[in-house]
């Protein structure tokens, strides 16, 4: 599934993915459900634009690897059967473990294996747009011909988009 060629329907794919995830960011903003955790931090940022830019290419190419290619390349790939998901219900069902996957680390912080786990994991709407961000990028990959660029690209933008602009580095730093 990885070797297949970039197509015109995946870049479509890749930009209704990112559009579907920001569609419900603005959403759940709206609803006043994740006032901490989406917040748009500019108005208090004092880096240089040229180093916001900087600062967001930088987690762009970090979120390409961890998350996008490693969690993609499971969730979508080895998870998805060959021919592509064989409904609707199977689609959602393996994005509500996407979103559930991401407890782990609290899970695992209550064992007394990690000191501190972001407490964001375990936030309802990090949670809840986990599952937008699951099922966009099935979409993606679906439009693409079952090619694997296609959901790291939305994965890592979404999740680069959150860390720098939406402050989520504040959050899963715990600072």
């Given at each position: 599934?990885?070797?297949?060629?970039?197509?015109?329907?995946?870049?479509?794919?890749?930009?209704?993915?990112?559009?579907?995830?920001?569609?419900?960011?603005?959403?759940?903003?709206?609803?006043?459900?994740?006032?901490?955790?989406?917040?748009?931090?500019?108005?208090?940022?004092?880096?240089?634009?040229?180093?916001?830019?900087?600062?967001?290419?930088?987690?762009?190419?970090?979120?390409?690897?961890?998350?996008?290619?490693?969690?993609?390349?499971?969730?979508?790939?080895?998870?998805?059967?060959?021919?592509?998901?064989?409904?609707?219900?199977?689609?959602?069902?393996?994005?509500?473990?996407?979103?559930?996957?991401?407890?782990?680390?609290?899970?695992?912080?209550?064992?007394?294996?990690?000191?501190?786990?972001?407490?964001?994991?375990?936030?309802?709407?990090?949670?809840?747009?986990?599952?937008?961000?699951?099922?966009?990028?099935?979409?993606?990959?679906?439009?693409?011909?079952y090619s694997l660029y296609a959901?790291?690209?939305?994965?890592?933008?979404?999740?680069?988009?959150?860390?720098?602009?939406?402050?989520?580095?504040?959050?899963?730093?715990?600072?």
């Amino acid at each position: 599934a990885a070797k297949r060629k970039p197509t015109m329907e995946g870049f479509q794919g890749v930009g209704l993915g990112i559009g579907a995830i920001g569609v419900a960011a603005i959403g759940i903003k709206a609803c006043g459900i994740a006032d901490s955790f989406l917040s748009i931090p500019y108005q208090d940022d004092n880096r240089e634009p040229i180093q916001r830019t900087y600062d967001f290419c930088k987690n762009l190419g970090r979120t390409l690897i961890l998350p996008g290619l490693t969690e993609e390349l499971f969730w979508r790939v080895v998870l998805t059967p060959s021919g592509g998901f064989q409904s609707v219900t199977s689609v959602l069902l393996l994005n509500t473990v996407f979103s559930l996957y991401h407890l782990i680390p609290r899970g695992i912080e209550k064992m007394g294996l990690i000191e501190k786990a972001p407490e964001a994991f375990s936030d309802p709407a990090f949670l809840g747009l986990a599952f937008v961000l699951g099922n966009a990028c099935s979409y993606a990959y679906h439009a693409s011909n079952y090619s694997l660029y296609a959901p790291v690209l939305v994965h890592a933008v979404a999740v680069a988009f959150w860390l720098d602009v939406c402050g989520g580095e504040k959050l899963i730093r715990n600072v």
